[in-house]
């Protein structure tokens, strides 16, 4: 958009959940289709996967309507066998980390946005992604706890694994590691790296298409020993090292939508704009009771 002296201005921008599959453009659709999702049998390929949950039994999803399958159908495209392996796996993780669900409070989670340790951005990138961006140099491990960083990366992916336009193209991922210090990679286990990747890469119904380490530094490389092991081949393939060279990101990401800091166009978003949306547009709506059904606690 462009004023009449000829210089660029934004759009207004909107903290909106696009929960309908209305809201999903026709390129998206396409998208889908090459993914192979097919409008004539999705019905009856949704329903040989509840059959194929029943008769292995490895796992017992809390919900097994159309809408629910759908999303973990899409996040490993349309493969039976391998939406299968996604969802054990996210039961899996559900089940080993308990607090990070059960009688957990988004909305008390403000004091880590209001850190801004992480958000994501309320619009999309060129490719319909929206980006998750963790800015670890601004953690205050004594102020906020790792166990709080997971579970408010959590509610992200929940709400975001609600919308169909990201059940398709997945998101995408910026480590900011500016200022990272020896403080921060004494909390990196190789047991939250571990969750870490489970939540971006492995256990969750949403795909993360690219990770983008960006603004790195000498301890860089301490950190990436602990995350190496648990990525697999198809990770290591979307792992991009920019340094501070944001022309290199762009090459991936469109300056128009990314933040002033990495060379865009945007101001920085905080996560408690989302939080804030839950409270106001989401009271008593289906994308609440969806959290609740999770163990999430709205009051």
């Given at each position: 958009m462009t004023t009449t002296s000829g210089r660029r201005t934004m759009p207004?921008?909107?903290?909106k959940l696009n929960i309908t599959e209305e809201e999903v453009p026709e390129h998206i659709r396409r998208l889908a289709q090459e993914q192979g999702e097919c409008p004539r049998s999705k019905d009856a390929v949704i329903e040989q996967f509840r059959n194929y949950i029943l008769e292995h039994n490895e796992c017992q999803p809390h919900r097994s309507d159309?809408?629910?399958?759908?999303?973990?159908l899409r996040a490993r495209y349309w493969k039976i066998e391998n939406s299968y392996k996604l969802l054990c796996s996210y039961y899996k993780f559900r089940e080993q980390n308990k607090s990070f669900y059960e009688k957990v409070r988004p909305l008390d989670l403000r004091h880590v946005g209001q850190s801004d340790i992480l958000t994501v951005t309320p619009y999309r990138d060129q490719h319909g992604h929206r980006i998750l961006i963790y800015r670890f140099g601004l953690w205050r491990?004594?102020?906020?706890?790792?166990?709080?960083?997971?579970?408010?990366?959590?509610?992200l992916q929940e709400l975001g694994s609600l919308e169909p336009i990201s059940q398709i193209v997945g998101g995408v991922g910026i480590f900011d590691l500016k200022d990272l210090g020896l403080e921060h990679i004494l909390?990196?286990?190789?047991?939250?790296?571990?969750?870490?990747?489970?939540?971006l890469v492995t256990s969750m119904p949403i795909r993360t298409s690219a990770l983008h380490i960006v603004?790195?530094?000498w301890l860089f490389n301490a950190a990436f020993k602990i995350f190496k092991p648990f990525l697999n081949a198809a990770m290591r393939e979307k792992l991009y090292i920019h340094g501070s060279d944001m022309t290199s990101l762009h090459k991936h990401i469109n300056p128009e939508h990314l933040p002033k800091r990495y060379g865009g166009l945007h101001e920085d978003y905080s996560y408690t704009l989302w939080l804030?949306?839950?409270?106001?547009?989401?009271?008593?709506n289906s994308v609440q009771k969806d959290m609740e059904q999770l163990g999430f606690i709205f009051d």
């Amino acid at each position: 958009m462009t004023t009449t002296s000829g210089r660029r201005t934004m759009p207004t921008i909107e903290h909106k959940l696009n929960i309908t599959e209305e809201e999903v453009p026709e390129h998206i659709r396409r998208l889908a289709q090459e993914q192979g999702e097919c409008p004539r049998s999705k019905d009856a390929v949704i329903e040989q996967f509840r059959n194929y949950i029943l008769e292995h039994n490895e796992c017992q999803p809390h919900r097994s309507d159309a809408k629910y399958l759908e999303k973990f159908l899409r996040a490993r495209y349309w493969k039976i066998e391998n939406s299968y392996k996604l969802l054990c796996s996210y039961y899996k993780f559900r089940e080993q980390n308990k607090s990070f669900y059960e009688k957990v409070r988004p909305l008390d989670l403000r004091h880590v946005g209001q850190s801004d340790i992480l958000t994501v951005t309320p619009y999309r990138d060129q490719h319909g992604h929206r980006i998750l961006i963790y800015r670890f140099g601004l953690w205050r491990p004594n102020r906020v706890t790792v166990d709080d960083i997971f579970r408010a990366t959590i509610v992200l992916q929940e709400l975001g694994s609600l919308e169909p336009i990201s059940q398709i193209v997945g998101g995408v991922g910026i480590f900011d590691l500016k200022d990272l210090g020896l403080e921060h990679i004494l909390h990196l286990s190789p047991s939250v790296a571990q969750k870490m990747i489970a939540l971006l890469v492995t256990s969750m119904p949403i795909r993360t298409s690219a990770l983008h380490i960006v603004n790195q530094n000498w301890l860089f490389n301490a950190a990436f020993k602990i995350f190496k092991p648990f990525l697999n081949a198809a990770m290591r393939e979307k792992l991009y090292i920019h340094g501070s060279d944001m022309t290199s990101l762009h090459k991936h990401i469109n300056p128009e939508h990314l933040p002033k800091r990495y060379g865009g166009l945007h101001e920085d978003y905080s996560y408690t704009l989302w939080l804030d949306m839950l409270k106001e547009q989401c009271s008593g709506n289906s994308v609440q009771k969806d959290m609740e059904q999770l163990g999430f606690i709205f009051d």
